[in-house]
């Protein structure tokens, strides 16, 4: 006779009954069936340690011996373990031993049943013993071999118990930006006052990436002394000895613009002093352009790159900012690789409201958009944040768009609310973070001491590959 579990009307377990050693009978079988998916590898390899490449990387398992992704061979004996601790003989059941031998790898995209029957009864210990096969969906066994378990005395009926949501936290967006500069050179940066530890190691850390080549600007003996306390070698890297702070910001922006540093890099000075000095009309690295702040993050909820501006330099920027706010999001997500970018204009609501002034500013950036006045992107608003992100609830509110629920870009009313969302999904939604100012000569790369490594590495990554971006440019212009 078969065992079963009873199931609920959603498909999931509701009761979970065991067979005790009498009711247990030679011959009776039970089985369950599960598709291998990534996640399950990944999960695997999480909970056991088990992180051979042969189960992980593509690239390596491509030449190996099954030329594909594996699962690892006790993930089909998990499945063995699951039938008989929750169905043949279920709860209570105490496992003694398995003998298993793998005879077919199991790749992604399988079904895999596996199954275990009685062989043997042994009456002194109440010990029975198993035949245990999986076979894939071909019906071919990939493992097969025995179990040999005390089996419960005492009759079990329980509710099954609802395991949690689980959800994996990937870093494939930093990754990516981080691969995407391996084949560049080095950029020299002009660190600005690196002068306590955190400021000093971020820069050191991106240089031994292979990221850029800091030029130290600050006190020259209080940054070795610096480095000295926290064990940062710094003897490879020129360093620039200037008096206090704001002359250091003065040097930096001025190396920038001599062409000796292609991107300016916020030490352990205040934002504001830095900022002055890049912002002065005479000596400072102004454009025509407008400077803002772009985070670049990556959400495991959210299945691409997201851009969220300004949340760092114009606290409340008018319509002309944000014309050049939205144009400096575009061409660094441009730079990031996204084709055509969309752009969300958020707000409290979806539509126009005269009460609410981001709703008609962004009314008015979409017709900019429609006038060529800002462009090389998709632009709708006004949007609130669950349309722009959600295309259940876009459509929901029978919003009807290019740019709902799949937004590239997020453009906020005023630096309050993007800094709160920001930081709301770095510290609620685990994601990643990156930050850039745009719009000045060279990309500027504001850091903060609650940083981690990893985030100053992502950040000096997008700096890296804007001055890649406007080095290629130039370089198309003199050609021309």
């Not at 040999?148 to 118990?161: C, D, T």
């Not at 959210?302 to 760092?312: F, M, Q």
Request: aromatic residues 4%; hydrophobic residues 45%.
């Amino acid at each position: 006779m078969d065992t079963a579990i009873d199931v609920g009307r959603n498909g999931s377990v509701a009761m979970i009954e065991n067979v005790t050693y009498e009711e247990i009978e030679v011959g009776q079988s039970a089985s369950l069936s599960r598709r291998l998916s990534a996640t399950d590898i990944e999960l695997f390899a999480t909970v056991s340690g088990d992180i051979n490449p042969a189960h992980l990387d593509e690239e390596y398992a491509a030449d190996s011996l099954f030329h594909k992704v594996i699962g690892h061979g006790m993930w089909s004996g998990g499945l063995l373990s699951a039938v008989l601790g929750t169905q043949l003989p279920g709860p209570g059941t105490i496992y003694l031993g398995q003998d298993l031998r793998f005879k077919r790898p199991v790749g992604l995209g399988d079904v895999i049943t596996a199954t275990v029957t009685v062989r043997e009864k042994r009456d002194d210990k109440q010990i029975v013993l198993f035949d245990c096969v999986c076979t894939n969906q071909d019906g071919k066994e990939v493992v097969a071999g025995t179990a040999e378990v005390i089996a419960p005395s005492k009759k079990v009926r329980r509710k099954a118990h609802e395991l949690p949501q689980v959800q994996m936290i990937h870093h494939h967006g930093h990754d990516e930006m981080l691969r995407k500069c391996e084949a560049l050179p080095p950029v020299p940066v002009a660190v600005v006052h690196p002068c306590d530890e955190s400021s000093l190691r971020g820069a050191v850390e991106a240089a031994e990436a292979g990221l850029i080549d800091p030029i130290l600007v600050g006190p020259a003996a209080k940054i070795r002394s610096v480095a000295n306390q926290c064990g940062v070698d710094i003897s490879r890297y020129r360093l620039i000895d200037v008096a206090h702070s704001h002359a250091a910001a003065e040097t930096g922006v001025r190396l920038a613009r001599s062409g000796e540093a292609e991107a300016v890099m916020k030490g352990s000075l205040h934002t504001d002093e830095l900022m002055g000095e890049i912002v002065r009309k005479e000596t400072g690295l102004r454009t025509s352009s407008r400077i803002s702040h772009v985070f670049v993050m990556n959400v495991p909820t959210y299945p691409r790159t997201l851009l969220i501006t300004d949340a760092a330099i114009n606290i409340y920027p008018t319509l002309e900012d944000k014309a050049f706010i939205v144009q400096n999001a575009i061409d660094l997500a441009k730079v990031l690789g996204v084709e055509t970018p969309r752009v969300a204009i958020l707000s409290a609501v979806e539509t126009i409201n005269p009460k609410i002034a981001s709703t008609l500013e962004a009314a008015a950036l979409c017709k900019m958009a429609d006038r060529g006045q800002i462009k090389g992107g998709l632009l709708d608003g006004p949007l609130a944040f669950d349309n722009a992100i959600s295309v259940e609830a876009a459509k929901t509110k029978g919003i009807v768009s290019e740019v709902a629920g799949r937004a590239d870009i997020l453009v906020v009313p005023d630096l309050e609310a993007g800094n709160m969302l920001a930081k709301q999904l770095s510290f609620l939604a685990n994601a990643d973070a990156a930050g850039v100012v745009l719009g000045a000569r060279v990309p500027i790369i504001l850091t903060s001491r609650a940083d981690t490594v990893r985030t100053r590495l992502a950040s000096c990554a997008v700096a890296v590959l804007v001055a890649a971006a406007r080095r290629r440019g130039a370089q198309t212009a003199v050609a021309e």
